[in-house]
């Protein structure tokens, strides 16, 4: 045993110290780039869309109070309305005819043909003796800017956007009405 102790390190000496020198080959190869795919930028994307949807609703908030029309309970939250559907809450557009006794938060005033409207998120109300209520878009009526629910379309040979039974099309300053879909009764 104290012979091995001795020899490692005169083999170590010897060998650190001899005029032998070692040369390493240097071998060349191409560089391949490899690119992560970053999964969180997928994650984000399914977030985004399911945002832009935002057509359901798990919980209503706090207060949430309905209104019956036609034994439909509609819940307003934020401007638009929920239905009860299947456990969730689904956006839905109010039919024509529905009253409500102030306008949402959000809506603009809109003069078309000498006719005075509210619109707020896809829906047009008139001043109704003791509210507002829900009437048919305005053929010619002008808005700046439709809700993510607006579906593109092709109208005729021309690329316009329905949403609410209305067909709008791009213009330059918004969204005109061109046409109102028949409704199902």
Known sequence: M?????????????????????????VRRP????????????????????R???????????????????????????????????????????PRGFRLGALPMNAVRIVVNNATYNYADGVFYQSANDGYEVVTPPIGATVKELPEDALEIDFDGLPSYELNDAVYQLIEDGYEIIDVLAEDD
């Open 2 to 26: 104290k012979n091995l102790r001795i020899c490692i390190p005169l083999v170590l000496f010897a060998f650190l110290t001899s005029g032998h020198t070692a040369e390493a080959q240097v």
């Open 31 to 50: 560089v391949k780039k490899t690119v992560r795919a970053k999964n969180r930028v997928k994650r984000q994307l399914r977030r985004q869309n399911r």
């Open 52 to 94: 832009i949807a935002r057509r359901t609703l798990r919980r209503l908030p706090r207060d949430t109070r309905a209104i019956n029309y036609r034994s439909i309970s509609y819940y307003p939250v934020g401007g638009m309305f929920f239905i009860a559907r299947g456990g969730v809450y689904v956006r839905a557009f109010p």
